[in-house]
């Protein structure tokens, strides 16, 4: 179980240019509890089991533990999820030593678009690039397993 | 992922004697929700994250879906689990073709005596020793997973 820390922003620009890859991401929630999510996702031909526990106070680190499974499986796992599927395409993209990923939200989270950096700690430093956005870090509204149960497009309303 | 047929009782005399093996079980929940149990166990001196769905209609019947996982990882995701963990002894008894697994539990669950036996559908026939009490299949208060909310010493008062 490895200790992650990631910083996550809003996407205020064209970011789709500097992209080297990208790739299609389904994801529901067998658990969305912030304290313990338990994530299925299938992304391109792979398919995952993801279990995640709090954030620290700053909201940068979780423990994360994932298993990669066959696709079949994850399927039928997708059926018992939560309502609420996750639907976005993932964009990848270089940003120095690190990489952002790019996330563009489709269905009920239509319009939403979030890139995460990946750092070693929390005092790590990063170029950033013209399009980024406001940080939404340690927001738990941007977590993917909020999203689930308040999409995006309900925010608007608001 | 199977469907699991299991029937459970609660015990009523001495069935210690009849065992030919015995281990120790801890477990706990990162989704205890009835149509969608996560479960993470450490069995002797092995571990497992279990994945169920909600029963049919009679009880009997739980889509089930099981991966082994090291028993570091296992006592890592222990920590991030619901409180409330379980721990009990389960003994193996051969019946006929069959075999009960006869669980005792401890902690806050010290008193609850219960056996399972896996059958291949809801119709199967099965010889019933004289230690086995009252069927409680389908009854959810019984479920390991309503036990670690709802458990056992704490019926007594009602």
């Given at each position: 179980?490895?200790?992650?820390?990631?910083?996550?922003?809003?996407?205020?620009?064209?970011?789709?240019?500097?992209?080297?890859?990208?790739?299609?991401?389904?994801?529901?929630?067998?658990?969305?509890?912030?304290?313990?999510?338990?994530?299925?996702?299938?992304?391109?031909?792979?398919?995952?089991?993801?279990?995640?526990?709090a954030g620290d106070e700053s909201g940068m680190s979780r423990y994360e533990w994932e298993k990669e499974?066959?696709?079949?499986?994850?399927?039928?796992?997708?059926?018992?999820?939560?309502?609420?599927?996750?639907?976005?395409?993932?964009?990848?993209?270089?940003?120095?030593?690190?990489?952002?990923?790019?996330?563009?939200?489709?269905?009920?989270?239509?319009?939403?678009?979030?890139?995460?950096?990946?750092?070693?700690?929390?005092?790590?430093?990063?170029?950033?690039?013209?399009?980024?956005?406001?940080?939404?870090?340690?927001?738990?509204?941007?977590?993917?397993?909020?999203?689930?149960?308040?999409?995006?497009?309900?925010?608007?309303?608001?």
């Amino acid at each position: 179980m490895a200790l992650e820390t990631e910083r996550k922003f809003l996407v205020k620009g064209d970011f789709k240019q500097y992209a080297y890859a990208h790739e299609e991401i389904v994801q529901g929630y067998l658990s969305s509890v912030t304290e313990r999510t338990v994530r299925i996702r299938i992304k391109g031909d792979k398919a995952y089991i993801t279990i995640k526990g709090a954030g620290d106070e700053s909201g940068m680190s979780r423990y994360e533990w994932e298993k990669e499974i066959p696709g079949e499986e994850a399927r039928e796992l997708m059926k018992l999820c939560e309502p609420g599927i996750i639907d976005k395409v993932r964009y990848y993209i270089e940003n120095g030593d690190r990489k952002f990923e790019v996330d563009e939200f489709h269905g009920e989270n239509e319009g939403l678009i979030m890139a995460e950096i990946e750092l070693a700690d929390k005092e790590e430093e990063f170029d950033r690039p013209d399009w980024l956005g406001t940080e939404v870090t340690g927001d738990s509204r941007y977590y993917n397993s909020s999203l689930v149960k308040y999409p995006y497009r309900e925010w608007k309303n608001e």
